[in-house]
């Protein structure tokens, strides 16, 4: 199942990264977080799809566009909440039917994998919710469920009563909705709140009190985690090089030690190149075969050709060479 559109939302102003950048533009292994989400949500194969931007307008816009040609932005006005970002955005995108992806723009860690995965359960319902459960849920919205364990609304926390704080399933802000019911709900959605916000969160008890089908869908904490300051950053980016890391070495790369090495999402490895402590490898450098890098060396938009050894270098848009008379 592929969505008909996909809504991201990326108009918050993210304070608590205390930056004068807006937070979806922070970087993160080679893309911002933004991109990252963008990438992921690409490749599931859209009609359409919206950002929807406010803090920062045109610079966030700008490398939406730059990420994303395609997208259409989506601005929101001066009436807060998630639930009014969604109504602007679907104002963007027109007359739209079938399934709607909504996901925030600060998960870097989602891949399109679990977007698939969350369309696959989504089939046969009208909302399906992204669910996690972590061991503090301070500040999350929790999952309610009735007696049969279907979800039946989200309570933000500031909303929840002592006894719902106890719940320690969360919302991780990432649905699947069938579009008329998203635009149906989102009607009758208020500010009557703790917060005085529009929440996107009230479609779900809609739809469950409309007696339609609500599902769900649970992920690993990490998988789903949003960056919120920049203690959160480090951590993921230190969860994305890991994989990055790891994608190569069973791919055949030699890393000597990958806590000491670091690289971006459009660097290539071929099997038996190896990589030594220190290094930072970061564009598109490509590392051939049996090529050796490090240790301390930074390479931007590097070739490093097959048998080529380079250390304690600082380089850029280079090609390094094995010596003429080095075996292959």
Not at 127 to 135: G, W
Request: aromatic residues 4%; hydrophobic residues 45%; contains cysteine.
């Amino acid at each position: 199942m592929n969505p008909a559109s996909v809504i991201v939302l990326a108009a918050g102003a993210g304070t608590r990264m205390k930056s004068k950048t807006p937070k979806v533009l922070h970087e993160m292994c080679g893309r911002t977080l933004l991109g990252h989400v963008l990438t992921a949500a690409r490749a599931t194969n859209p009609a359409r799809l919206a950002v929807v931007v406010r803090h920062e307008r045109d610079l966030v816009a700008a490398h939406a566009l730059e990420v994303d040609p395609e997208a259409i932005i989506a601005d929101q006005d001066d009436v807060p909440g998630t639930g009014r970002a969604v109504w602007c955005a679907l104002e963007a995108l027109g007359e739209i039917e079938g399934p709607v992806l909504v996901t925030a723009a600060d998960t870097p860690l989602l891949t399109e994998q679990i977007y698939a995965d969350l369309f696959a359960a989504h089939e046969g319902n009208a909302v399906t919710i992204l669910t996690a459960r972590v061991d503090d849920a301070t500040g999350y919205g929790r999952i309610c469920r009735d007696e049969n364990g279907t979800p039946c609304a989200i309570v933000e926390h500031k909303d929840a009563t002592e006894a719902q704080r106890e719940i320690s399933e969360i919302n991780t802000s990432i649905y699947v909705f069938d579009a008329e019911v998203l635009r149906a709900g989102l009607a009758g959605v208020d500010t009557d709140n703790a917060q005085g916000e529009m929440y996107l969160t009230d479609v779900i008890e809609y739809a469950y009190t409309s007696g339609l089908p609500v599902g769900s869908l649970e992920a690993s904490a990490l998988l789903v985690e949003g960056v919120n300051d920049k203690v959160q950053l480090a951590r993921l980016r230190g969860e994305m090089n890991r994989r990055l890391l790891e994608d190569a070495m069973r791919a055949g790369a030699t890393i000597v030690d990958p806590h000491a090495t670091w690289v971006e999402v459009g660097v290539t490895f071929a099997p038996d190149c190896r990589i030594l402590p220190g290094s930072y490898l970061a564009g598109t450098t490509s590392i051939a075969a049996g090529a050796t890098v490090g240790p301390f060396v930074r390479l931007t938009d590097c070739e490093v050709a097959e048998g080529a050894e380079i250390a304690f270098a600082d380089l850029a848009h280079e090609t390094i060479t094995a010596p003429e008379n080095t075996p292959r």
